[in-house]
């Protein structure tokens, strides 16, 4: 089973950035793909990023495609993501989760989870 915190979160003006970080305990995460998700309030969750086990393949949502980095650091057994010109819409509850598969951006494909962190983007 593994275990994940995301931290990182907060609040910072449009246009600004953030660093997400989510460190994991319990398994090595070298063995998971891992994604990054956001829900905003009223909203369904949503993929934003995702990588391979290696980190040489990413993925992302086309609302934050030039604009966030996802990567992960398997000696520290943690999964990073940047976000950069940030917009208010940008808004929500982000969650770090593990998969199984070589990446997704499926929810469900998904089986361990964080409890996430906000992160507030004010105009």
């Known amino acids: 089973q593994v275990q994940l915190v995301e931290s990182g979160g907060g609040l910072v003006q449009a246009g600004g950035s953030l660093r997400l970080s989510c460190a994991a305990s319990?398994?090595?995460?070298?063995?998971?793909?891992m994604g990054w998700f956001r829900q905003a309030p009223g909203r369904e969750r949503e993929f934003v990023a995702t990588?391979?086990?290696?980190?040489?393949?990413?993925r992302y949502a086309d609302s934050v495609k030039g604009r966030f980095s996802i990567s992960r650091d398997n000696a520290k057994n943690t999964v990073y993501l940047q976000m950069s010109s940030l917009k208010p819409e940008d808004t929500a509850v982000y969650y770090c989760?593990?998969?199984?598969?070589?990446?997704?951006?499926?929810?469900?494909?998904?089986?361990?989870w964080g409890q996430g962190t906000q992160v507030t983007v004010f105009s």
């Open positions: 989760a593990s998969t199984p598969r070589m990446w997704s951006s499926w929810v469900d494909e998904y089986d361990y």
């Open positions: 319990g398994r090595t995460i070298s063995t998971y793909a």
């Open positions: 990588l391979t086990r290696s980190g040489s393949v990413t």
